[in-house]
């Protein structure tokens, strides 16, 4: 389990040796289309649906088998916690503060690690789907704008089966028996015609919502059925998450 041939330091490396065995033996993998993820070096965006608070494990696991480590936009209140804090923040991941003046402090970190060759995640809904079904919600704007900004490639990417292993909002997991959990990667999403225009609301969305429709086409492959019409709004139908 060498990993990404890559310099990341002990602390990222020990939790990847502790982390990867124990999914090995509590899930059954279908990696698809892994051979779209680009190599160590190339700044990425890797962009996917959120369905569990266990899937940015998982998800980091198909990334670190194909050869890269993740570089996760996560609630700065993760930093806060004693040890798993530090710990997160010596892996390289980067604190999203919400509603403060150091919002834009994220997407800042989030370009520059992109333009050091980084792969660097996004999850565009924000939060964990509320779709009473699972499927993507309306997505947020923070990937097409890293995307725009850098030039670099958005990878579409679903995933499935890990809210069978620890359900959404649920703090009870149900390790056995092993669940499959399936990852598959889109090519990357089209955004020339946007690069180099005006950063407004609109072409924003246009992005954004390029984005999310190649999440989700990749989903149904999965899934094997087709999503709504429309998908959920998080702001239309609820308050969100405090």
Known sequence: MAGPKQRLG?????????????????????WHGGERVPPVGTGVVVVANHISHLDPMTFAHFLWDHGRAVRYLAKDGLFRIPVLGKMIARCGQIPV?????DAATAYRDAVAAVRRGECVAIYPEGTISRDPQLWPMVGKTGAARVALETGCDVLPIAQWGVQDILPPYSKRPRLFPRKDVQVRVGAPV??????????????????????????VAELEVVRGEKA????FDLRKNTEGDR
């Open 228 to 231: 709504p019409g429309e998908r």
């Open 190 to 215: 089209d955004l020339s015609d946007l690069q180099g225009q005006p950063v407004t609301s609109t072409v924003m969305r246009t992005a954004t919502d390029r984005i999310m429709a190649a999440v």
């Open 97 to 101: 503060y919400r509603d403060t003046g």
């Open 10 to 30: 002990l602390t990222y490396r020990f939790i990847a040796a502790i982390v990867r065995p124990t999914l090995l033996a509590i899930t059954k993998r279908r």
